[in-house]
């Protein structure tokens, strides 16, 4: 199959979740066979407008996200349009896949596109990502300018999604919300899981000397989260939690990995409420060394508030032998649901996570075994539930179904 997928991320440098998935999945179907390309915005590290990348052509056009966003959005039309246009000459593609959907517009728009069956893969909703993204503070014309964004948004994204035959969502949360928000029938939708590297993320053999690789103590409890820095995550609920489970333990360390605008907001929270020698800030954390940081901890924690459409670093924390202790939030609910149900928190407040942490924290010391046997338990789940090649297969068989219909 000739697969066009088009995105407004790169899989140049997996940064997220989408950038994971992008990679993942297009480079999986390349190596079995299809000639998979990927039309994207240039962004800001990129070097030329092309690259390509372990068997995946990506075409970059032009649209600087700096611009002011009535520029950003005609550049983003005209300039994906008539990359587009260029490609499907050249190579006319069977199948378009829409990740994202600002680069879709130019694509549904164009009369080339009009004959070429399209899925879309929905992972969450642009104007809710924005929103959720957007500093609250500020005055009733900021506030007008971020609604007329947000509705934008959804204005554009709606237009991509009612362009496809089919719609893709990782989790049965998203398949809902695209009813709600959206009106689109789940007749019309497929659930396809996210996967794992399975060889990639793998359970330590010592985890001690991971931890003195990384410069993290190797004596204590250590809970890990990696996370973008932004108000959905619940990150400052997490910090808030620990301040009351170091009263009862106080040998357990947070490490939270990631980067974003509340970055020093949790530093000084973490800070006033004298946790400075109990949280560790690693930052962003390289592509490389991920594995590392999952393997070397005792659990993973997932204090997310809203919108979480899948998780795929409950996947990685797992199929690492790491525990994950999550709220009952969107698609995190329901993976760990499948796994132990005790393993959710009771809600998205400190007091419920402290409760839940601190039990497993007993666990781990008093019964090292049973935490063992337990973190065994956690990578045959995702040996067994999540692997890519189960994902590529799911993806193979809708694609074929939609070009036969």
Known sequence: MKILLIADVSFAKVIGGAERVLFEQSTRLALRGNDVHILTRRLTYHKSSHALIRGVNEWRYEADIRDNPVSF??????????????????????????????????VIYSPLGKGIRKIYTCHSFSFEEFLSRTD?????????????????????EEKALKSCEEIIVLSQFTQDKLREVYQVDHEQVSIVPGGIDLVKFQPAVN?????????????????????N??????????????????????????????????????KTLAEN???????????FIPEQLLPDYYRMADLFALPTRELEGFGLVTLEAMASGVPVLGTPVGGTK??????????????????????????????????PQKWQDISDKCRKFIEYNYSWEKNIDALEKLFAKTLQN
């Open 73 to 106: 959005l005609m550049k983003t039309y005209q300039n994906s349009r008539k990359l587009f246009e260029s490609l499907q000459r050249d190579i006319a593609f069977d199948l378009i896949n829409i990740f994202q959907p600002f680069s879709a517009l130019g």
């Open 207 to 227: 985890k001690q000397q991971i931890r003195r690789k990384l410069n993290l103590p190797d004596d204590k409890v250590i809970i890990f989260t990696v996370r």
């Open 334 to 367: 329901e993976i760990i649901e499948k796994f132990d149900p005790s393993y959710l928190f009771g809600n998205t407040e400190p007091d419920s996570m402290a409760a839940l942490i601190l039990q497993s924290y007993r666990l781990i010391k008093e019964y």
């Open 136 to 156: 609250q503070k500020g005055g009733v014309l900021k506030k007008g300018i971020d609604l007329l964004n947000a509705r934008t948004r959804k204005w554009i």
């Open 229 to 266: 820095l932004v108000p959905r995550m619940g990150l400052e609920n997490l910090i808030k939690a620990l301040k009351i489970i170091v009263e009862e333990a106080p040998d357990i360390n947070l490490v939270l990995g990631g980067q974003g605008p509340l970055k020093q907001d949790l």
């Open 273 to 283: 409420l004298g946790l400075d020698d109990y949280v560790s800030f690693a930052g």
